[in-house]
């Protein structure tokens, strides 16, 4: 059964930085690009950034990059996301997603196949 986990959500200020981290179980994805993607109440799920197998390669949305990184250890089948002078405009459930093959539409949703649970992030003004 595979199963992906994220933890490191929480409350934190306008300026302040939190660390997202999902652990995969079940299978491996080493050999997958692995993405984040978020969601705010009201709006429609997504894309936050993405990294292929090896981690040479990272994809951000336009509205977090320079403030977020993406990283992974294929070693522990973990990908984080270092998040940066948050704003409140950052405020959802951030989840974590991989595929169960390569793809190429990374920043697609539906591309993924499993998902965690979700992590809340909530940014104080």
């Known amino acids: 059964q595979v199963q992906l986990v994220e933890s490191g959500g929480g409350l934190v200020q306008a300026g302040g930085s939190l660390r997202l981290s999902c652990a995969a179980s079940g299978r491996t994805f080493r050999w997958y690009t692995m993405g984040w993607f978020r969601q705010a109440p009201g709006k429609e799920r997504e894309f936050v950034a993405a990294i292929s197998w090896s981690g040479v390669n990272t994809y951000y949305a336009d509205s977090v990059k320079g403030r977020f990184t993406i990283s992974r250890d294929n070693a522990k089948n973990t990908v984080s996301l270092q998040m940066n002078s948050l704003k409140p405009e950052d405020t959802a459930v951030y989840y974590c997603?991989?595929?169960?093959?390569?793809?190429?539409?990374?920043?697609?949703?539906?591309?993924?196949?499993?998902w965690g649970q979700g992590t809340q992030v909530t940014v104080s003004s």
């Open positions: 997603a991989a595929p169960g093959r390569s793809i190429s539409r990374w920043s697609d949703g539906n591309e993924y196949d499993y």
